[in-house]
């Protein structure tokens, strides 16, 4: 009975966050600024793997007049930053719960304008590169659904993940405009947003690895 019970309660919650949820998001592609609202001119900003989302309810309400659509596969996740989002009574971001290999059926190419990843899964152990959010394959999906003059956000605690992202964005032919491996202690700290990773690893002194790109022009 426990079981059931917490579905239950897992159910009430997510109809609670119905106005904020799209699940079937292909249905906007092409549209988002249209179907939430907002003028054509609206910036798009995407978060990919959002946890708890702090960042981006950190982001929404330092840019209240962007949009904002977050990403997180796991439902019972993207449940408590959904939640967050309310509580801080944020009306410009919505959710999606889906693998994000999906978002060029959600977004039509050049629709989006930036696009923030943090902390994503380096996938040490189980040496599986294909499936960091910065391999090849997904800077692919991510070009082309960004602007030429779109931008890439990337935090990361991990050394290796840091080497592997800037290596994979010059094959896919984006441009780093901007890097540093201790965050916290740059000048680019002054505009920060800490995640709920990063306040960890920052109790642990471990140094934030942060860079921002552009999909190269040609
Ligand atoms: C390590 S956590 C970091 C969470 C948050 N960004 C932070 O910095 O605190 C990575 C999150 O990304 C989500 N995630 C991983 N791969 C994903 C994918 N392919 N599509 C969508 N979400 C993903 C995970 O479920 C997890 O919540």
Redesign the pocket.
Known sequence: MPRMRKKKNMDRRMEACRSIYFDEPMINRGRWRQVCGYEKSTKLML??????G??VVGQAKRHPNRLFVA????PT?ILLAMENALRNECRNIYFVC????GLSEYFKPGEAEVIFI????PWTRQNKPKRR?THRNCLEIYKSILRDDGEVFF?TDSEMLFDFSLEELSVSGFQVLEQTRDLHQSPFNVSNIR????EKYAAEKIPIKWLHASPKMV
């Open positions: 978060e990919l793997g959002c946890g708890k702090d960042f990403f997180e596969k796991e996740v889906a693998d994000v290999v943090n902390f994503c899964d959010l935090k995640t709920e990773f990063e």
